[in-house]
C-alpha cells in the first residue's frame, strides 16, 4: 500500500509541475474544489483525494473578513502541519500566506474535524530541513520555488490548546 501511495504522489507531483498544470491549475482548480465540496457535502477538498489535504480558515490581512483556502500540506511526526505558499509557481505570494502573517491563529479542516492552530513562518535556520522533509514526501516540489523566482513562505500550523 505505501508503495502503491508512494507511486500515486510521484505521478501527481510530476503533473502538478507541468507547465500545462501551472497555466491552467489556477483557473481550474478553485471551481472544482467548490463544485466537489458541494458533491461531497462539505468533505474531503477534491485534492484531498490524492494528497494530504486541508482547508484553511484565516483572517483577511487588510479586509479583516474571514477567508478560507484548500491546501495540501505535509504532516510533521509531532503533529504539525506545513504548508506552502507556492500560489502554482506563481511569481506572487499567495493572500491566504499574508492572510497568516497579519493574523498567525488561524483554523484548519482535516477531513471533517476542525482544528485551532497558530502558523509560524519558518526561518531560514531550518529552511533546507524543512525543504528536504518536504521533498521526502513529494518529490520534486521544491521545483515551484525555482519556478516561481521567489522564495516560497512556508508555515508550520501547530495546533492550540
Known sequence: ????????????????RSRFFRRFGPAVMPPLERV???LNRGGRPLSGVLVPSLV?????????LPRSTELMYCPEPDGAL???????????????????IA????????GRRSIRVRAE????DEREAVWAF????????RGYE??????LRIFRLTRMP
Open 121 to 124: 513562518l519558518v526561518g531560514d
Open 134 to 141: 518536504i521533498e521526502a514526501q513529494w518529490p520534486g516540489y
Open 56 to 64: 484553511l480558515h484565516t483572517t483577511g490581512a487588510r479586509s479583516g
Open 36 to 38: 466537489w465540496k458541494v
Open 82 to 100: 506545513l504548508v506552502t505558499g507556492s500560489n502554482f509557481a506563481g511569481e506572487n505570494h499567495p493572500a491566504w500566506s499574508a492572510n497568516l
Open 1 to 16: 500500500m505505501a508503495s502503491l501511495q508512494r507511486g500515486i504522489r510521484r505521478a501527481v507531483a510530476r503533473f502538478s
Open 103 to 110: 493574523h498567525p491563529d488561524a483554523v484548519v479542516e482535516v
Open 146 to 151: 525555482r519556478a516561481s523566482g521567489r522564495t
